[in-house]
């Protein structure tokens, strides 16, 4: 394996972590490179037949590396509507109209994604980005196939679609008015109070039963949400997107996603309460899942911002993983399995209950969809 000298230090990792984990510890990236991102590493993507590690080879005349920039590459997709079939999940077709997520969310399950496109999971993740800037055209030419059979789309499942670069790009504004203009349902959910930007569109929809956003929170303390999930939007600007929706006529949930045993599992009331507060009226949540990369990333996380805590939480996730990092079985993937797992959902039930959420789950509607003519409405012969 290729071996690169530059200015870079090593990961501090406590010896009882080394011991736990039994192997060693990959060699972390210098918070002068990395300021504002949530990734440690940026190892090379696992289809990638070479890979070059950075190494501290101790002497003085090392390379000066420039921070990570942000960067955005447009693609041109052939398709927008991603289809699924998976069990668990409460929706058979997504939109995502970027590859990548600036805010960083150093747990985020989508980074493995971006070993497809020849990157790291790690910090080339939140820094290297895909637009489609083609994709109303595509959803509109979508939903005119013949026999389209209309459902609600969910949007912000994988990446999200309000993350900074959609400032400039307007991406979702554009698919927005494409599902507006033809009554189609659609279901967001974001991290970001970009969101309130398209209340206007949102809350057309609305009044015909089209649309619901849901914000998630995964913790109120604001310290632990700005190393975790760096360029995300604040928590309290978070909650302030839910009234604001709210109050727009728009319905509006949190998504207490995910829960991150010992580090904010204990926040599980606190962010329901906070939620319905500013008007949320239903809930959801999520046990963190550590898929493929996702897992190396997290876990050194952990130990460069929380080591004390790195064996507790990692005992705890494996306890409800299987003795694994991730178990991806349908069914268990979303709520892990065994005794602290059903503690924690019992906790989130009795909450929601007590603060009213989740007391009518909304339906949206799917009759007043009309699909789009392309070239002109093409009146009946007789």
Not at 290 to 297: A, H, K, N, T
Request: glycine share 6%; charged share 25%.
């Amino acid at each position: 394996m290729p071996m690169t000298a530059a200015k870079e230090g090593p990961t501090q990792v406590p010896a009882s972590a080394q011991a736990a984990e039994g192997v060693l510890q990959p060699i972390g990236i210098s918070d002068e490179r990395r300021r504002g991102r949530g990734a440690g590493l940026n190892m090379a993507g696992r289809f990638e037949p070479r890979a070059t590690e950075i190494v501290d080879d101790g002497w003085d005349s090392h390379e000066d590396l420039p921070p990570f920039k942000t960067t955005v590459q447009e693609e041109k997709a052939r398709t927008i509507i991603t289809r699924n079939a998976s069990p668990d999940i409460s929706f058979d077709r997504s939109i995502n109209p970027y590859r990548g997520c600036e805010h960083g969310c150093t747990y985020c399950f989508a980074r493995p994604s971006h070993a497809f496109m020849g990157l790291s999971p790690g910090i080339d993740f939140e820094a290297r980005l895909f637009a489609k800037p083609n994709a109303a055209d595509l959803l509109e030419r979508e939903l005119s196939a013949p026999g389209y059979v209309p459902k609600p789309i969910a949007i912000g499942t994988n990446t999200d679609a309000y993350q900074p670069a959609e400032r400039s790009y307007t991406l979702m504004r554009e698919i927005l008015d494409v599902l507006d203009r033809y009554h189609h349902p659609v279901a967001i959910v974001t991290k970001s109070a970009l969101v309130e930007r398209d209340i206007d569109i949102l809350a057309r929809m609305a009044e015909r039963n089209l649309c619901k956003v849901a914000l998630s929170v995964t913790t109120l303390d604001k310290k632990l949400c700005r190393s975790m999930e760096p360029r995300a939007s604040a928590p309290h600007k978070r909650l302030q997107a839910i009234k604001a929706l709210s109050e727009a006529g728009v319905p509006a949930s949190v998504m207490v996603a995910p829960v991150i045993p010992a580090l904010t599992d204990s926040e599980i009331e606190a962010i329901l309460e906070a939620s319905a507060e500013h008007g949320a009226a239903e809930a959801g949540f999520v046990l963190l899942r550590l898929p493929r990369e996702v897992s190396e990333l997290f876990r050194d996380w952990l130990l460069r911002e929380r080591p004390g805590q790195y064996q507790h939480v990692m005992s705890l996730i494996r306890s409800m993983r299987g003795g694994k990092d991730y178990d991806a079985n349908w069914g268990e993937r979303m709520r892990g399995k065994g005794p602290y797992a059903d503690q924690i959902a019992k906790r989130f039930q009795l909450a929601a209950k007590r603060l009213g959420l989740n007391t009518r789950r909304r339906k949206l509607n799917t009759e007043l969809f009309v699909s789009p003519q392309k070239g002109g409405v093409q009146l009946d012969l007789f």
